[in-house]
């Protein structure tokens, strides 16, 4: 791909997260609207990737696929209660846009990210005497999509 759509795709993917990440932190909530958006805009930019020949159907169809083991995945934690169904509809979206080979980096990177703040929700809830505190899984999910999606820009570049 070529570096102005890298950077472009980036924009987009670094706007939704970054509102997400908000949005959990402030209302311990992440919108359908938002995430439905978030899917939608990569359909939008991979029927372009198409037309314009920088993509494949068979690389679409691996990235739709993928990020559906994401989503069953997630939902999986969803079942087990230990994340919400905004969290789980974030990880979905947020997978389209990661190459399939960085699949992996991105699920390693979110459950790092998660680990800090699950521990930074509980110092948080320790010295503000909070019982049962939910941690804003968003903010791990945002922070892991957008470590691993940068990389494509820094090896574009």
Sequence with gaps: ???????????????????????????????????????????????LMLITGKATFSSVGMSVLLAGGVFLLFALFFYLGAMGGGDVKLAGAAALWVPAGAIPGFLIMTALFGGLVALATLIHARFNKLDNPEVPYGVAIAAGGLWVCSQKLFEAS
């Excluded at 993917?13 to 899917?39: G, M, P």
């Excluded at 939608?40 to 991979?46: C, D, K, M, P, T």
């Design 1 to 47: 791909m070529e570096l102005p759509v890298i950077i472009a795709s980036l924009v987009i993917i670094a706007a939704f997260l970054i509102t997400a990440a908000i949005s959990d932190l402030r209302h311990r909530r992440i919108s359908n609207r938002l995430n439905s958006a978030f899917a939608l805009s990569y359909v939008v930019f991979a029927l």
